[in-house]
């Protein structure tokens, strides 16, 4: 579950903010809320140089909670129930046409620190950068281009500095 809340700041200047909300499933799926998986909060600050180039400076917070494999699926062990998630990130976006369809080209990079629940101890993956690289094509599927499909394609690669034990 998603809420995005965008705001128009000047004519060049926007910002972004999400909110999400994830769960794990088990066997047991009628319970929504006792396999809570995912909480996420971003903000984002775009700027529109110009009807091509968009630049955005970003921060986001990650809680992701740890369950055990098998039943009764119950939390890890503290400290490792959850792992809370600092990641700043950044933007740059190219967007063009070729004739009727609009292309966007994206290249992220983030940088993601891992802390246990307690925020005083770094998780077994203390760091980890990744850069991305998103395409994607909104093409018109009507003459008064009220509705598109928008496939899209990302391709991710990322570095990890791992200390000796690495969380299962």
């Known amino acids: 579950t998603a809420l995005g809340i965008d705001q128009r700041i000047s004519k060049k200047l926007l910002s972004g903010t999400d909110i999400v909300y994830g769960r794990h499933s088990d066997p047991n799926n009628t319970e929504l809320q006792t396999r809570q998986g995912l909480n996420v909060l971003t903000q984002d600050f775009i700027y529109k140089a110009n009807k091509h180039w968009h630049f955005s400076a970003s921060f986001g917070y990650w809680r992701r909670d740890f369950y055990l494999t ?11 129930q959850f792992r809370n998630e600092i990641r700043p990130y ?16 994206v290249l992220r990079t983030d940088y993601r620190f891992y802390y246990d629940q307690t925020f005083q101890n770094r ?6 950068f990744r850069v991305r690289y998103l395409q994607s094509w909104k093409i018109p599927l009507t003459k008064n281009k009220k509705n598109f499909i928008i496939p899209i394609d990302e391709v991710l690669t990322a570095i990890d500095k791992y200390s000796a034990t690495v969380a299962a």
């Not at 098998?70 to 490792?80: E, G, S, T, V, W």
């Open 123 to 128: 998780w077994p993956t203390p760091f980890e």
């Open 90 to 105: 950044q933007k740059i976006y190219y967007h063009h046409n070729i004739k009727s369809i609009a292309l966007t080209h």
């Open 70 to 80: 098998d039943a009764p699926y119950d939390f890890r062990n503290y400290p490792q």
